[in-house]
């Protein structure tokens, strides 16, 4: 008898977990979104994803020099984060734009003014 009611309560209280994760999930999200928010307002590059209680902070810097220049402010931040009630853990998915091949444009018009630049101009 005693196994058979072990086995009714464990499955009774995983069910009670399933449901209460559940029901409970959408809200712990959306009120570590609203917190992050504030946070991470003075970082306009970087954008907060939350899964459950993970953080994963997104974003890209445009070269190197501002790589380097970010990564304390960053480093900074995720600590500042991981600190929050509710938050488990925090990502960082940082990278670095990919960077343009320089524009070049030439032009010659009717009466053989010619132009040349690497800047786009208005048209």
Request: with cysteine; charged share 20%; net charge negative.
């Amino acid at each position: 008898m005693y196994p058979t009611l072990t086995s009714v309560l464990a499955g009774l209280f995983m069910a009670l977990c399933v449901w209460t994760a559940h029901e409970h999930a959408p809200r712990i999200e959306a009120d570590l979104e609203q917190r992050l928010g504030a946070i991470i307002a003075p970082a306009p590059t970087l954008a907060p994803t939350v899964d459950g209680r993970d953080v994963t902070l997104t974003g890209r810097v445009l070269s190197q020099t501002e790589s380097v220049a970010m990564r304390d402010a960053i480093d900074c931040l995720v600590r500042t984060i991981g600190q929050l009630e509710g938050v488990r853990s925090v990502h960082t998915d940082i990278s670095m734009a990919p960077s343009a091949a320089p524009l070049a444009a030439a032009r010659t018009d009717a009466g053989g003014n010619s132009a040349a630049g690497d800047r786009p101009g208005k048209s």
